[in-house]
């Protein structure tokens, strides 16, 4: 199973853009990256996934390094709701999904 | 939203004693998994289902773990006996095909105490 590295925990002042960073250097070519974050007392939440390009939705941006080696979850605009843990996480073709520790997001007001 | 439904939210178990989880997957989900997450770190997967059949059981402890979805819809994983080491939470997740880009969608989990 491939294995991503993150920082253990990050800061961020509260609507300020946050830069969460994921290196995958043993991603195989069908992996995909995904993100998912986990709010205390809840189960992980779907945030956003890509394989090569960088993808956009309502809650997140994914930026994708040329060699897929690394990617980026960029927050647009940090709000008290987004302090959570954050996970980056290599899927392959059976969809098998290992979870490392991630990283804690604190948003400070 | 629909949602993956988990019970009980909350255990409490003396060891050596038998427990039970019940998980309900998002209707039209093929897959299902089972988590178990020690507080301070990261879901651990326990089991993978592909409609009733075992995918991957590689990191279930088979000697007080086992797990089943009969009909291929909802889940029980047990544990006999409970031991200390086993509280946790644990988590049950569905996705709609085992395909690499089809995300999981989580339970709320059991919480177990073992006493």
């Known amino acids: 199973d491939a294995k991503t590295t993150q920082p253990n925990s990050m800061e961020s002042n509260e609507e300020e853009p946050v830069h969460l960073p994921c290196n995958h250097s043993t991603i195989s070519g069908t992996d995909y990256i995904h993100w998912y974050r986990q709010l205390p007392s809840q189960g992980p939440e779907y945030v956003i996934h890509?394989?090569?390009s960088n993808v956009n939705n309502r809650m997140a941006s994914l930026a994708i390094a040329e060699d897929r080696k690394s990617s980026t979850l960029i927050l647009h605009r940090a709000t008290l709701r987004d302090a959570a843990v954050y996970y980056c996480i290599l899927s392959n073709t059976g969809n098998q999904f290992y979870f490392g520790t991630g990283t804690s997001l604190t948003v400070i007001p | 939203e629909a949602e993956v439904a988990q019970s009980p939210r909350y255990k409490i178990t003396e060891k050596s004693q038998a427990v039970a989880f019940w998980c309900d997957p998002i209707s039209g989900h093929a897959t299902l998994y089972w988590y178990r997450q020690i507080l301070g770190q990261g879901p651990e997967l326990l089991v993978q289902?592909?409609?009733?059949?075992?995918?991957?059981d590689s990191q279930l402890p088979k000697d007080r773990f086992s797990a089943e979805r009969l009909k291929g819809v909802d889940s029980t994983l047990k544990i006999q006996p409970a031991e200390l080491g086993d509280s946790a939470m644990y988590l049950c997740a569905s996705s709609l095909e085992a395909a690499s880009n089809s995300p999981l969608h989580f339970g709320n989990g059991t919480r177990l105490t073992v006493t």
């Open positions: 289902f592909q409609d009733e059949s075992v995918v991957d």
């Open positions: 890509g394989l090569t």
